[in-house]
Each structure stands twice: as C-alpha cells, then as structure tokens.
C-alpha cells in the first residue's frame, strides 16, 4: 500500500523553528517528484514546496521563499521541510503529497503546526 | 501566477440531483495539466480528475470532467450521501501550483 506519514509538528513561538519529516512506503520514492502542501484552519490548500526525484531542484511559494528548504533523503524513503522564522500566518496542517505527473496522489494525513506566542 | 477561481462558494443539493462545479482559470492551463480534489472534514484531499477528464484510480464513474483552456467543469451525475464535501481544482501546468479556493457541496 502506497503509504505517506507526516511527523514533527507541534507548537511553536513566532521567530521559531520546526522541521517536518514525510515517510514514505509502498512505491519507489527515489523516482518521485514530493509536495509539501498547506491548509490553515478552516481555509483553503495553499501549495508550499515542491522538489524533483533526485534533489537536484526545488521550488517555493513566495510567501515562504528564503525561510523553507525543502529535502530529501532517498536512501531514509523520506522528505522533510525545515521551517525557519515562523509567523502566525505559517499555522496550518502541512501535507505532504506524491507528483504523479497526473496530480497529486496520495496524501499524507497531516500534521499540525502553531506558531503562537 | 495562474489563479484558479472557482464557483459557486457553496452547492445546496440532495441526494440524487446533478452537481456540477466550476473552475476558471486567470490564463490557459497548458495540456489541460487540471486536477480535482475531495476532501472530507478532518481528512486529506483525494485525487478525482486529472488531465480535466480523467478519472483516477477507483473514482466512481457517477464524476467526470471536462473544458480546456481557463474553463473546466466537475459533474457529479447522481449524488450520494458520501459526496458531501468540499472540491478544489487545481493546475499542475506550471509552478506555483496553484489551487481554486474550493466549492462546499452540502445536503439540502
């Protein structure tokens, strides 16, 4: 089964740092393009990051360029986001979500990040 | 930045009626690169369309979509119960990957 599972969110001050990781299982991450995607509470999906199979390339939302990094590591089968000065307007449930070149499928469950003093 | 609109905010229908939901684009979305997304309450997004008509895998055949160019369209044939959701479109034409803001599909 095709499987994503989000961890290292939580709770943190404005200013802060988180980085979230994605594992993956079920397919042969390494010939993937990975999305980390967002939702704030009650709002719409907003798109983050996205990087290519081997890591060589990666592309950001301007609302989070030069703060976010996206990575990989294809030996781990896992993606990660490093988060760094985090606003109030970064809280939301991050997704990270495989590129089929056909849409995104499928998604990870999520997992939560607060920026709050 | 291609900005996805879509409409209407919110869908009042019954079970067996029709839906149908709309997406425009702010400019063309190339090969028709245009996805649809469900998501339920609490749950992540799931894949339905891609390519604007076609349906992923396991997608009942009651959804289809169509249009091309800045003009698209999910069609639910029949509604059932576990339909109610919130839809997003999305292009995957061309970075930044841009989503519509989403259409509530509620029971009437």
């Known amino acids: 089964e095709v499987q994503l599972v989000e961890s290292g969110g939580g709770l943190v001050q404005p200013g802060g740092s988180l980085r979230l990781s994605c594992a993956a299982s079920g397919f042969t991450f390494s010939s993937y393009w990975m999305h980390w995607v967002r939702q704030a509470p009650g709002k719409g999906l907003v798109w983050v990051s996205r990087i290519n199979s081997d890591g060589s390339s990666t592309s950001y939302a301007d609302s989070v360029k030069g703060r976010f990094t996206i990575s990989r590591d294809n030996a781990k089968d896992t993606l990660y986001l490093q988060m760094n000065s985090l606003r109030a307007e970064d809280t939301a449930v991050y997704y990270c979500t495989r590129d089929c070149t056909r849409g995104f499928d499928p998604w990870g469950q999520g997992t939560l990040v607060t920026v709050s003093s | 930045e291609i900005v996805l609109t879509q409409s209407p905010a919110t869908l009042s229908l019954s079970p067996g009626e029709r839906a149908t939901l709309s997406c425009g684009a702010s400019q063309s979305v190339s090969n028709n690169y245009l996805a649809w997304y469900q998501q339920k309450p609490g749950l992540a997004p799931r894949l339905l369309m891609y390519?604007?008509?076609s349906r992923a895998t396991g997608i009942p055949d009651r959804f289809s979509g169509s249009g091309s160019g800045t003009d698209f369209t999910l069609t639910i044939s029949r509604l059932e119960p576990e339909d109610f959701a919130v839809y997003y479109c999305q292009q995957y034409a061309r970075s930044p990957y841009t989503f519509g803001q989403g259409t509530k599909l509620e029971i009437k």
């Open positions: 390519d604007a008509s």
